[in-house]
C-alpha cells in the first residue's frame, strides 16, 4: 500500500469531534481526528511494514503518525531514525507512546533513554522517562540496567521538583513501572513514591489525572502481579 493511499483513507476517515479531543490532549495540526479503533483496522491490513512506516511518519501528519508506530519494526530503526522521530513528535502522546514504545523495543532503547532524560527539550525529556517505563514493563529483568535504574530512582525526587509538567508525569511514571514490573525495584520505587507524595501536574482542559504512584504500585502488589510483564510496549 502506498503513503499517498493510506493518506486519502485517513482523511475519510477523520471526524471533527474526535479532532476537537485530540487537539484538548495537545495533538497538533495537521490531523484528521481518526480513532485509534480505525489507525489498528489499517494495522491488521498493512501488518509489518517499516519502509511504509518511516514514509508515514515523515508526513508531519498526527494520525500517519500514530499508524507509522503501530506498523514499524523496531528491530530496523536506527538510531537516527529514533532520534529524527523523537526531534519531529509535537504531541506528549507521539513522545511517549510511539517514539518511545519504539525505542524500548529498538535494540537502542537504553542508549536513547539515558540521552533524552538529559534533553531540555520537555518532550524528548518526557519521552526519556517513557521509554525507561516501557523498558521495564517488556524487557527481561536480565537485560536491564538494574543498577542504573535503582540510580535515577533515588534521584526522582529531587529532579521532579523542578521538572516541567509532562516529565513530572512521566517520571512518576517511571516509578510506578520499575515498582510494578521489576521485582527488584520494588520496595525501593515504594520508598521513591513515598518521598514524591502526590505529584500534581497540568493537564490542561482534560479530564486526565496523574495516579498516585504509592497506590498504584500496592493495587499492583495487591494482585500479586508484581513482575508480569507486558508483550509489547506498542498499542
Known sequence: MKTEDILKQLEALGQASIKKVLLKHGIKEPLYGVKIEELKKIQKTVKKDNALSVKLYKTGIYDAMYLAGLIAEPEKMTVKELEDWAKQANAPVLHETIVAGIAAESKHGMELAKKWIESKDAGIASGGWATLSHMVSIKEDSE??????????KKVPQLILSAPNRVKSTMNSFVISAGSYVPELNELAKQTARKMGKV???????????????????KVENKNA?????????C
Open 144 to 153: 536491564l540496567d538494574i543498577p542504573l535504574l535503582k540510580e535515577l530512582l
Open 200 to 218: 500534581v501536574v497540568d493537564m490542561g482542559d482534560t479530564a486526565c489525572k496523574v495516579p498516585d504512584a504509592i497506590v498504584y504500585i500496592e
Open 226 to 234: 508484581v513482575g508480569k510483564k507486558r508483550k509489547s510496549a506498542i
